[in-house]
């Protein structure tokens, strides 16, 4: 499957009600088959005499009963960094983001410890490719961590923190109960994806010093000033190809008011 495939048959950008979706499924399968062992034995990833392939997918939407906690922050990090990423590749896509990241990410970890008696549930490694690609799609978002002190950090500075976290913690061979490898695969298989099935669309990766600036607001095509008038069609063809270039998330407030101002202008025709 070419490369092209991805970036021309991308759709339903703006949209994010796949993250929501997921979301829904997480929980159901969270609160209804919650505290169903026999379930979690078989769909659950075991590393062990237990294994099936089918389990590289589905413990992607499992979490652990005896943890509401593990449930909530995977569900609230997917919404956090997915409004990032979806409105850029559309649904479809990112329905397939999500899998490939919980499936590199639950190999990475089976493959390093087959043979134990250890067993990996949760959409972690999903969240963690979803966060590498809101790094290389929209690295200049701004996160405040309301537990540390710091100003707030642009979304490369934050993922690359976590990843660096997430790399010490495993080589301390400290037995947390966190699977820090699947979280690593994750972050590996979402960044892949994105840099080779959306190249065009990158504007941050960390093994280029520079790939593309994007302008954050569409300069007005006469004097530079900003318009207060009606919207001209050179002004909304230039808005219409900026979300066709760099996704809906590019636009200011300044130019998501233009464009409001133009579908208002149009209705009123």
């Known amino acids: 499957m070419s490369v092209n495939y991805f970036e021309q048959k991308t759709e339903e950008r703006g949209s994010t009600s796949v993250i929501w979706g997921l ?19 078989a769909f659950a990833l075991s590393c062990g005499d237990g294994f099936r392939p089918w389990q590289l997918l589905t413990a992607g939407f499992l979490h652990s009963p005896e943890n509401f906690f593990h449930l ?4 609230y990090s997917l919404y956090l960094f997915g409004k990032l990423v979806a409105p850029h590749i559309g649904n479809r896509n990112f329905l397939l983001l999500y899998l490939i990241s919980v499936l590199s990410g639950n190999l990475l970890f089976l493959i390093l410890n087959w043979g134990q008696h250890s067993y990996v549930v949760g959409a972690s490694g999903a969240v963690f490719g979803i966060m590498a690609a809101a ?12 537990l540390l002190p710091f100003r707030p950090l642009k979304t490369t500075s ?12 495993q080589l301390s061979g400290r037995n947390s109960g966190i699977a820090h490898l699947a979280h690593l695969g994750g972050l590996v298989g979402g960044y892949l994806f994105i840099r080779f099935g959306f190249s065009k669309m990158v504007v941050w990766d960390i093994f280029k010093k520079k790939v593309r600036n994007i302008p954050r607001e569409t300069p007005p095509p006469d004097s530079g000033a900003r318009k207060t008038g009606r919207v001209s069609s050179a002004e909304l063809d230039a808005l219409l190809d900026k979300i066709s270039r760099y996704g809906i998330n590019s636009l200011s407030e300044y130019e998501l008011d233009r464009l409001r101002q133009a579908r208002e202008e149009m209705r009123g025709k």
């Open 135 to 146: 790094a290389l799609l929209e690295p200049d978002r701004r996160f405040t961590l309301l």
């Open 72 to 75: 909530f922050f995977n569900m």
């Open 23 to 41: 979301i829904l499924v997480n929980a159901l399968i969270y609160f209804i088959f919650g505290s169903n062992e026999n379930f979690y034995d």
């Open 158 to 169: 934050l993922v690359i923190c976590f990843a660096v976290v997430e790399i010490l913690l």
